[in-house]
């Protein structure tokens, strides 16, 4: 039985999977090496790189009369090599031995890759094996280039100048094509080298490049198409709002589709009943365990929120403020994957903003009190909204000054308060969807409870920052349209406004304060903080 695939590149026989090549145009693909172009192959990492060039590799390998012989190479085993070239060259050549053996059925290159003097001449050690290689292969050859910005420093500088120092002899005696895949468009490379002490770019040391292709994620007809392969092979349907909830919190983020799909219909415990559809709310719960089992996929991108530059980019997403990021800080984080590509500027997909703030207050969650008794919650089983802001204000007045203080993320420091509160409270049994406006000065929480005598709860909470030299009055009456527009977006029961005062003077006596108010007849409750 097949399955949804999580790790390393699909297996048609025992993965679900889109067409590799269907995602990218064989056609245009064959165009560029028939062509005889050089180009680059970039996208976030776990969206499906390696299964393209693996299945262009077959393609190209399968052609009729011998066309083109085709070679892979993963070349992050030289990562560990750093700025020693001759290591680094060591390494690559061991890696083109393996392929030649194992793929094209050549022990002559693989015995010549063996040999070669990678640490007397390493910084022409790739080019002459790939001139003996192309020069003894009957036909064309293509080299395609994994990992390709796992290399740093001179040793990444000295692969892309050898590949460029060929390219003249293409292709009776260099590769024909050469793909480089990575993270990152090779323009975008900033080399520190070692022994220059000198910045190259990447556009400098491979302007030979033709094209950039960039891997998107799935589309809407891919998602649905996955999730039916599983329906095709076990019988297992998906309700309509459990393949919409797919798309809406994943946006087709291959990894995060897989999965989701794989918590959803092989769970580490019992699996579900085959003849019961896949429900909206078992989306919600594949998303909550996926989150909180910390897989590396998600891991591995909290922790780029460390770095200066991530954090120049992300914080003004999460409090709402304006951006002050350059554009080498926009198109690093864009290569993540953790913003989507295209204008506006926003987070990627509901997990990843769901996971970003959950990273960035994890020890203040973990160091509050158990929630031991439902206290917000009515005799009826409805969430008490009311009851829970008047708590948060309490919470607030007591620990914001230590908490946003030692927050990473400062500018975002009171939303994120707010939003780690009103996840270890509520997130037991509903969930908050967040909406980030940049520049907005505002944050969108929608509390959705299930349950109750009133049945699902939607709650709005809008969060503002009030600042010196801010009118307070245009602020909450700015807060209250916006939380009113969010409200008819959402459809939401109530709606809550909470105003940050950031001013420096105020006492917690003027700012802690409860107003009814409302905004073109909708009712919303204004919380001083």
């Known amino acids: 039985m097949r399955d949804f695939n999580t790790a390393g590149p699909v297996r048609a ?43 262009l590799r077959d393609l190209l390998n399968g052609g009729t009369e011998g066309e083109y012989r085709c070679a892979y190479i993963n070349v992050e085993p030289a990562q560990t090599a750093r700025e020693d070239v001759g290591r680094a060259m060591g390494a690559i050549a061991t890696e083109i031995a393996h392929e030649a053996e194992d793929t094209l059925n050549d022990p002559a290159t693989a015995e010549a890759a063996r040999g070669l003097d990678t640490t007397g001449r390493p910084d022409v050690a790739l080019g002459t094996l790939l001139r003996l290689w192309t020069k003894a292969s009957a036909a064309p050859l293509a080299l395609l280039i994994d990992e390709i910005d796992a290399l740093v420093g001179d040793t990444l500088v000295s692969v892309l100048r050898q590949l460029r120092a060929g390219y003249a002899h293409r292709p009776t005696a260099f590769p024909q094509s050469v793909v480089l895949c990575g993270v990152r468009d090779v323009r975008d490379y900033r080399i520190h080298t070692g022994s220059g002490r000198e910045v190259i770019t990447g556009g400098s040391a491979f302007n030979i490049k033709a094209r950039s292709l960039r891997l998107g994620d799935f589309t809407r007809a891919e998602v649905e198409n996955l999730l039916g392969q599983h329906t095709d092979e076990t019988g297992q349907t998906f309700a309509p709002d459990a393949v919409d909830a797919v798309w809406e919190q994943t946006r087709g983020q291959p990894w995060l589709v897989n999965a989701l799909g794989r918590e959803m219909c092989f769970p580490k415990g019992p699996l579900q009943p085959r003849d019961r559809p896949i429900s909206e709310q078992d989306v919600f719960e594949a998303r909550e365990a996926l989150i909180l089992s910390r897989e590396t996929h998600l891991d591995q991108l909290a922790d780029k929120l460390r770095e200066a530059r991530v954090r120049r980019v992300i914080e003004p997403l999460l409090s709402g403020g304006d951006a002050a990021y350059s554009d080498r800080d926009f198109e690093y984080v864009r290569d993540l994957g953790l ?189 001083g903080a």
Not at 24 to 52: D, I, M, N, W
Not at 452 to 459: C, E, K, N, V
Not at 483 to 509: I, K, N, P, S
Request: aromatic residues 10%.
């Open 339 to 527: 913003v989507a590509p295209d204008p506006p500027l926003r987070i990627a997909n509901p997990v990843y903003g769901e996971v970003l703030p959950r990273e960035l207050t994890w020890v203040l969650q973990q160091a509050m009190p158990s929630q031991q008794t439902a206290w917000y919650v009515d005799a009826d089983g409805d969430l008490d909204m009311d009851k829970l802001l008047a708590a948060f204000q309490d919470f607030f007045r007591q620990n914001s000054e230590h908490w946003v203080e030692r927050a990473q993320y400062t500018e975002a420091g009171p939303q994120l308060v707010l939003q780690a509160f009103l996840h270890r409270v509520v997130n037991g049994r509903g969930r908050i969807e967040r909406e980030y406006a940049l520049g907005s000065r505002r944050v969108d929480l929608l509390v959705v409870w299930p349950g109750g005598q009133a049945g699902t709860g939607r709650f709005v909470v809008e969060c503002k920052l009030l600042k010196d030299g801010r009118s307070q009055a245009r602020t909450i009456e700015r807060g209250l349209e916006q939380t009113a527009a969010y409200m008819d977006l959402c459809d939401a029961d109530a709606g809550h406004l909470v105003v940050f005062d950031m001013r420096e003077g105020q006492t917690w006596a003027e700012k802690i304060y409860t107003e009814e108010r409302s905004r073109n007849g909708t009712p919303i409750t204004v919380w």
């Open 13 to 55: 026989h025992l993965n679900y999977c889109v067409p590799p090549l269907g995602r990218l145009g064989a056609a245009e693909l064959l165009s560029l090496v028939r062509t005889e172009r050089y180009f680059v192959l970039h996208a976030p990492r776990q969206t499906g790189k390696t299964s393209v060039l693996l299945a």
